[in-house]
């Protein structure tokens, strides 16, 4: 497994895969946790942590700067609660998981994503762990929710050969 990918158009600050016990490690898996209402511990395959813009179509509050986490794991009581996870935070305050994709899937590619807007009870999607409040949309084209990517270009070359 790589431990980081070097900057270019399509990854702006690069990536980095963060060691267990590293701020970056520990964040990421915090959030997604704290959003999952995990109870028990993720066995991760696969972290990366990179920086990049907002998506430009965001009017306000537009960030210079957005932190993202893709996770790729399973839970170590109950392996069939598996997956791959995008979490961003913008601020102290806005931050989340922005997108789900199964855990077989590879790449960021479109339909395996899967991002969610809107409130509603939350429920089960196939291949997607856990549950999910709102309408789900295609996280990579923005299909369903005005087709707006959920990526900026300058980072989507971060989650190659995930």
Same mark, same amino acid.
Do not use: N
């Given at each position: 497994?790589?431990?980081?990918?070097?900057? @270019?158009?399509?990854?702006?600050?690069? *990536?980095? @895969? @963060?060691?267990?016990? @590293?701020?970056?490690?520990? =964040?990421? %898996? =915090?959030?997604?946790?704290?959003?999952?209402? %995990?109870?028990?511990?993720?066995?991760?395959?696969?972290?990366? !942590?990179?920086?990049? +813009?907002?998506?430009?179509?965001?009017?306000?509050?537009? !960030?210079?700067?957005?932190?993202? *986490? !893709?996770?790729?794991?399973?839970?170590?009581?109950?392996?069939? &609660?598996?997956?791959? *996870?995008?979490?961003?935070?913008?601020?102290?305050?806005? *931050?989340?998981?922005?997108?789900?994709?199964?855990?077989?899937?590879?790449? &960021?590619?479109? /339909?395996?994503?899967?991002? #969610? #807007?809107?409130?509603? /009870? +939350?429920?089960?999607?196939?291949?997607?762990?856990?549950?999910?409040?709102?309408?789900?949309?295609? &996280?990579?084209?923005?299909?369903?929710?005005?087709? &707006?990517?959920?990526?900026?270009? =300058?980072?989507?070359?971060? %989650? =190659?050969?995930?």
């Amino acid at each position: 497994m790589a431990s980081g990918g070097s900057p @270019s158009g399509s990854c702006v600050e690069g *990536w980095q @895969s @963060s060691p267990a016990g @590293s701020f970056e490690h520990g =964040e990421g %898996l =915090e959030r997604l946790t704290l959003e999952m209402g %995990l109870e028990s511990e993720l066995e991760m395959a696969e972290l990366r !942590y990179f920086t990049g +813009p907002d998506v430009w179509w965001i009017i306000e509050p537009h !960030y210079p700067v957005v932190q993202r *986490w !893709y996770v790729k794991g399973r839970l170590s009581t109950d392996p069939s &609660f598996a997956g791959r *996870w995008l979490i961003e935070q913008r601020s102290d305050e806005v *931050w989340g998981i922005a997108a789900v994709a199964p855990f077989d899937s590879e790449g &960021f590619s479109s /339909p395996d994503w899967v991002g #969610f #807007f809107g409130e509603g /009870p +939350p429920r089960v999607y196939e291949q997607l762990p856990g549950q999910w409040s709102g309408i789900p949309y295609d &996280f990579v084209t923005g299909e369903g929710d005005g087709g &707006f990517p959920g990526l900026p270009d =300058e980072v989507v070359g971060c %989650l =190659e050969g995930t």
